[in-house]
């Protein structure tokens, strides 16, 4: 079985920082795409950005200029750094990734974590 944990996130004040991990275990044998989603009270679940195994990123428009996203493949992790946070940045966020086991890839989420952006 895969799983991945998330750690991070919280409260901060619009204009500060915080930072999101999500680590992979169990049965991997290689790593594709892997992403941040977030999700806010009435909307859909939406891309924040993604950085695929071999470094590129995508970054949703919203979100430029202010988040990174990097990964340790050796690690099995992603990482967000998110800077100069605004209220609309509000949100649960989940990591993605893109795993193949044994046989085949399959896309394994993380258990959500709660990122608020209030004075």
């Known amino acids: 079985q895969v799983q991945l944990v998330q750690s991070g996130g919280g409260l901060v004040q619009p204009g500060g920082s915080l930072g999101l991990s999500c680590g992979a275990s169990g049965r991997i044998s290689q790593i594709g795409v892997m992403g941040w989603y977030r999700q806010a009270p009435g909307k859909q679940r939406e891309l924040v950005a993604d950085?695929?195994?071999?470094?590129?990123?995508n970054y949703d428009d919203s979100v430029k200029g202010r988040f990174t996203i990097s990964r340790d493949s050796a690690k099995n992790t992603v990482y967000l750094q998110m800077n100069s946070l605004k209220p609309d940045d509000t949100a649960l966020y989940y990591c993605k990734m893109n795993i193949r086991g044994p046989v085949v890839f399959s896309d394994y989420w993380g258990q959500g974590t709660q990122v608020t952006v209030s004075a």
């Open positions: 950085i695929t195994s071999g470094g590129s990123t």
